[in-house]
């Protein structure tokens, strides 16, 4: 039998660690807290991130990195974009030499820019083909919920994306493969800042209009970033561009969208954060997203102003109409 590590008990290393189990893996996941690893082995269910969903048998949970790591063909990561690299550092010499080490992830690292495959090959000491990431239009909720869903499993190396796509395949859960990498990564993360900013215009009364423009102008922006970074434009059409981000965007289970909401609606920034229990990467993300365009020469106006937003406090109605009145524009640029 296929075994599997899943590092991250939140809602989608859970939910993640089901789909593998369903695919006919036996899975192994990894949690900091005793009382939710107990919860898990004894009473099949995550109480904390998916109340109400047993889990299969084949779902076990330790809080020993190592036993996790044991004979694991794949290492699935699931946790926070920032904590990734402490975290991996400590897991990384556990770890079969050969083992398929898959990001779930979506965010980009503060400080470095980097995307989480890049942080993975560099922590873990691992070629670019030993690195997979799954990305797409995937709320965990539903997924556990066993609802049909589409991914993509991106990797340097077709064959490990098989692989993992082989790991992951179910009746409810149809991956893809594709071997950009970073155009699928780029997807992820910029997606969770467009959702931000559709989260905004929801939360200040906005129309669907509104909301459809950004979306596509957030795709655009993604799109032309991507290209600079040697993205392929195709990846940007597909599932872990537009398909994430129609159900990112139009999903009120969405972390992102709903931090949006809350802070179009009035909240500061303290408060949201004050009542987000799970992780909205976009967030963070925000600040390395523009960075990385600062230092590969993209303009990304939604993304400048999601940080002025979020972290300069700038009102929104303030942002709205200086976006409104940027200098008129073609399409194609
Ligand atoms: N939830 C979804 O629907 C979904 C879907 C696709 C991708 N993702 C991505 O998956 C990643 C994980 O998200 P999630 O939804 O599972 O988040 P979550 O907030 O539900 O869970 C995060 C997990 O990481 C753990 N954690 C937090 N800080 C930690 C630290 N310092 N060290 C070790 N572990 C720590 C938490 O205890 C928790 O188990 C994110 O990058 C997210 O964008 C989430
Ligand atoms: O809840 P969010 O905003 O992190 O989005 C979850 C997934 O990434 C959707 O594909």
Redesign the pocket.
């Known amino acids: 039998m296929t075994r599997c590590a899943v590092y991250g008990t939140g809602?989608?290393g859970t939910a993640f660690a089901m789909v593998l189990a369903d695919a006919g893996c036996e899975v192994t996941l990894w949690g900091r807290r005793a009382a939710l690893v107990d919860a898990i082995n004894n009473g099949r269910t995550n109480p904390d991130y998916l109340p109400g969903v047993e889990l299969p048998e084949a779902v076990r949970a330790t809080t020993d990195p190592a036993r996790a790591a044991r004979d694991a063909e794949f290492t699935v990561l699931a946790v926070p974009s920032q904590t990734l690299r402490g975290n991996l550092a400590e897991w990384a010499p556990l770890l079969p030499a050969d083992t398929i080490l898959v990001s779930l992830m979506?965010g980009v690292e503060l400080g470095t820019a980097k995307r989480m495959s890049e942080v993975i090959e560099e922590v873990a000491k691992a070629p670019a083909e030993r690195v997979a990431v799954l990305?797409?239009?995937?709320?965990?909720k539903e997924v556990a919920a066993r609802q049909p869903a589409a991914a993509v499993v991106a990797c340097a190396d077709e064959a490990v994306a098989r692989r993992v796509q082989t790991a992951c395949h179910t009746a409810y859960f149809r991956p893809y493969t594709n071997t950009d990498v970073v155009g699928c990564e780029l997807g992820?993360a910029v997606?969770?800042v467009i959702?931000l900013a559709v989260g905004i215009a929801t939360g200040m009364g906005l129309g669907d209009n509104a909301k459809a423009s950004l979306i596509t102008r957030g795709l655009a922006e993604t799109t032309r970033l991507g290209l600079a970074m040697g993205a392929d434009a195709h990846t940007f059409a597909g599932l872990a561009g537009m398909g994430?981000l129609v159900?990112?965007c139009s999903?009120p289970?969405?972390?992102?969208?709903?931090?949006g909401t809350n802070l179009g609606r009035g909240m500061t920034l303290q408060e949201t954060i004050a009542v987000t229990k799970?992780?909205?990467?976009?967030v963070k993300s925000c600040e390395s997203v523009l960075d990385l365009a600062r230092r590969h020469g993209v303009d990304m106006p939604l993304t400048e102003t999601v940080v002025s937003i979020v972290h300069d406090g700038k009102p929104p109605l303030v942002a709205l109409k200086e976006l409104m009145a940027r200098s008129a524009k073609s399409e194609r640029h």
């Open positions: 809602s989608w979506k990305t797409g239009p995937n709320l965990a992820g997606k969770n959702a994430d159900a990112t999903s289970l969405s972390r992102n969208n709903t931090f799970q992780t909205a990467e976009g």
